[in-house]
């Protein structure tokens, strides 16, 4: 096991800069993942850290020892890859011995560590068997066996599950959480699917083309994103963002308010929030709930999705402004029917109106 | 209805079976005319080219003409330098040939596009326009031989194999098909510990097989009828190849055409047992031309 410390690492190539100076400290034995929209870097930062792509600038240590220049197949780590990336002429058995046969060990070490790994992902009945007969899920489970059976020093998943449908994707998102905790082995997974993200890391390290946003533990990105970039990025469906002017501020509170929104105080401990002016209200679609009068929000249903367990409501604003409501309950709503909408202003977020929030 | 499909499907086949029959034809005659005519006598082979009794065994039919031939040329000595010299090119040729794809496509070396671009080049230089330079240089090379250094590979086997182990075609082939290789397996390999060197022979040459066929047979081919350039570097008879054996038989003003066709009937068998034993390779990769896996 080792730990991870990337300083200022860069990546260009020719006049394009696609990693542009990241810092990130990957603990020993800790699980981090690589979120962000397409394009923002992660995979690559993955693949530098796996040696698959040369790095232009900064260190990257790896267990003390900086490797920037270190081979790839000199690095210690494992990687699963999202394509599986087994060897098809191989049977499952030499897939998974592949790195140990490489290594030069005994056949009965060979046999005793691959019959280990198949127990550890249930797959002792598909050793025998080429990947071309295997399904997708147990292709992933080779590709992830063929992982630990070297012990390596750090795991490297790149979009694992993305090929799996939906059910197997929890599956395996459990199993790889279950694998985490038993072997203790410092990971690091990139995904876009915000749930792995939120359910499998002790940290989340949020990209944006090519810069860390934020880093830190998922429910601290998520009650307290720094950037609207963040905030819109955590959290299914994403944060509602408004328009409103700050009519006055007292320290980590100031008083907001807009044509649609009525006057509260918000928390204002964020960088760049003005003392009056322009400001944009962010607020969760789970922190909104319908109300019968002196709502904060007020407008018409536009549409309303029943998902069982909660309803989705899509409100267009007096001001044509939309936003969406997660509703924790299922509830019938028709379209044009007036509704009104308040929240806990302690978890209302505020940000500085030039901060752009796209998330590509 | 269903009979109507039925009765197109029938006529389509047909259809079908009769162009592939007529194709068939086309190619195995002239094989069957030379099989033929090599068992036949000169007089009476003469009489039926002109007739469909030149493909049939009939007539005064002995093996006469291979007795004949064996004693007019060391035909074994032949076909085993070609045999020889065809195999040995064949075999380095893979091993170069996809190893220097193996270093176009996985390896970043500074220049490579470069020199990949020239060896592309060098697919419109016909080996008959570099034969005399060729030969020039190959009088002044040197050799560690038996006796230490020896100037001049005339007269030698690796005169004939060596200038063709590497050929832009057989370089190309490989590119093309390693281009075709998932990436991630060559990298799911590195980080498993992989060398370079164990990478090309437990991964990509396994899953290669097809253009491994296909090359070899290209370069069987080639090879196997090399005429003017053994026949430009090799006087000595013990190491000359089976093309330019045929000469034996044809520089005298009554060609012996009983014995031409006796000789290559005999010199044909090695290619069509090359052929055989690697044409379901062949086709897979002809089949998978352009067509991503």
């Not at chain 1, 002790?202 to 090519?210: A, N, P, W």
């Not at chain 2, 490579?112 to 060896?119: E, M, P, S, T």
């Amino acid at each position: 096991m080792a730990d991870v410390i990337l300083r200022n690492v860069r990546k260009s190539y020719g006049s394009v800069d696609v990693i542009k100076g990241v810092d990130i400290d990957i603990p020993d034995g800790g699980f981090v993942v690589f979120v962000g929209p397409s394009g923002c870097g992660k995979s690559t930062l993955l693949r530098m850290i796996a040696g698959l792509e040369d790095i232009s600038g900064g260190t990257l240590e790896i267990g003390g020892e900086v490797v920037n220049d270190v081979q790839a197949s000199e690095r210690g780590i494992a990687m699963v890859f999202q394509s599986y990336a087994i060897f098809p002429h191989m049977t499952v058995r030499e897939n998974v011995a592949f790195g140990l046969t490489i290594a030069g060990a005994s056949k009965e070490e060979k046999e005793r560590k691959v019959a280990e790994a198949a127990r550890i992902l249930r797959m002792e009945h598909l050793l025998d068997r080429r990947p071309g007969q295997l399904s997708g899920g147990q292709r992933q489970r080779v590709a992830i066996g063929r992982a630990i059976v070297r012990k390596p020093r750090v795991f490297l998943f790149d979009e694992p599950l993305s090929n799996l449908d939906a059910a197997l994707r929890l599956d395996m998102r459990i199993e790889i959480g279950k694998l985490h905790k038993s072997l203790g082995a410092t990971m690091v997974y990139v995904t876009h699917d915000q749930v792995e993200a939120m359910t499998l890391a002790d940290r989340i390290v949020v990209l944006k083309d090519g810069r860390v946003q934020q880093a830190g533990a998922p429910m601290e990105l998520y009650h307290r994103p720094e950037n609207r970039f963040v905030a819109g990025f955590i959290g299914a469906p994403s944060m509602n963002f408004l328009d409103v002017e700050v009519v006055s501020r007292d320290g980590n509170s100031a008083k907001v308010r807009s044509d649609v929104v009525a006057e509260f105080a918000a928390p204002a401990w964020r960088e760049g929030i003005p003392t009056s002016g322009g400001a944009i209200l962010g607020v969760r679609p789970q922190d909104l709930r319908p109300v019968e009068s002196g709502g904060a929000l007020s407008g018409s249903v536009n549409l309303a999705e029943r998902l069982g367990i909660e309803t989705v409501v899509d409100v267009t604003l007096r001001d044509g402004a939309r936003v969406l409501a997660s509703l924790a309950e299922d509830r019938v709503f028709e379209p044009g029917q007036s509704i009104q909408l308040g929240f806990d202003p302690g978890r209302a977020h505020l940000f500085p109106r030039d901060e752009p929030a796209d998330a590509d | 209805m269903a009979a109507v499909s039925s009765d197109n499907r029938g006529l389509r086949l047909a259809v079908r079976y009769a162009v592939l029959t007529l194709v068939a034809v086309i190619f195995v005659f002239p094989l069957l005319f030379m099989a033929m005519s090599s068992l036949k006598p000169d007089h009476q082979l003469l009489t039926d080219t002109g007739s469909l009794r030149a493909f049939l065994p009939v007539g005064d039919i002995s093996f006469d003409n291979y007795g004949a031939a064996f004693e007019r040329a060391p035909i074994g000595v032949f076909v085993l330098n070609s045999v020889l010299v065809t195999g040995v090119t064949v075999a380095f040729s893979l091993l170069v040939c996809s190893m220097a794809a193996f270093s176009f496509v996985f390896l970043n070396w500074r220049g490579r596009d470069a020199v990949f671009g020239v060896l592309l080049a060098t697919f419109i230089i016909p080996y008959e326009t570099i034969f005399v330079p060729l030969l020039l240089m190959m009088s002044q090379l040197p050799w560690i031989g038996r006796g230490g250094i020896e100037v001049g590979w005339l007269n030698t086997y690796r005169a004939q194999i060596i200038p063709f182990i590497a050929d832009g075609l057989s370089i190309f082939l490989f590119v093309q098909y390693f281009k075709d290789l998932p990436r991630e397996l060559i990298e799911a390999s590195r980080v498993e510990g992989a060398g370079w060197w164990l990478i090309y022979r437990r991964i990509v040459m396994p899953l290669s097989g097809p253009v491994f066929a296909t090359a070899a047979i290209l370069k069987f081919l080639f090879m196997y009828n090399q005429y003017l350039w053994p026949l430009m570097v090799v006087q000595a008879e013990d190491i000359r190849p089976v093309m330019v054996g045929l000469g034996y038989f044809t520089d005298q003003l009554n060609v012996p055409w009983g014995e031409v066709m006796a000789y290559l009937t005999i010199i044909t068998v090695p290619v069509l047992a090359f052929y055989l034993s690697l044409q379901r390779a062949f086709i897979s990769s002809v089949a998978s031309t352009g067509v991503k896996g």
